[in-house]
């Protein structure tokens, strides 16, 4: 099948106008995201990771990291559930001795594996 060269100028506008439909979009998604947040932190959070079948299964979470939404992910909600996932078990109420022994004691465990 021949491709159609369109004029330079009318492929960049296409183009602007995509990238102005999926900046008001994140926009959107991330007042949306705000609201939801303010009334039901949980929900929101819990949101964040649900497959979404439109998108094959994949979560909001994973959309958004895959358009580089930057403003969405910056969002407090994205951040905390992100935090919780990277962190598992070390949350925002544990305290920094807590903490520390867990990074102190998984130092321990890696330079004992590598040095010996």
């Known amino acids: ?21 999926v900046r008001e979009f994140e926009k959107n998604a991330t007042g949306v995201l705000g609201e939801l947040y303010e009334s039901k932190p949980v929900t929101a959070r819990e949101l964040l990771e649900q497959p979404l079948e439109s998108w094959g299964q994949r979560t909001v979470l994973a959309v958004a990291d895959g358009g580089q939404q ?20 070390i949350t925002t109420y544990t305290t920094i001795w807590q903490a520390s022994s867990v990074c102190i004691a998984r130092d321990n465990a890696v330079s004992h594996h590598v040095f010996h």
């Open 1 to 21: 099948m021949p491709t159609i060269q369109l004029p330079h100028s009318v492929a960049v506008s296409q183009l602007l106008l995509t990238f102005d439909a």
């Open 70 to 89: 930057m403003d969405f992910m910056a969002h407090e909600c994205c951040q905390t559930k992100l935090n919780k996932n990277w962190f598992g078990k």
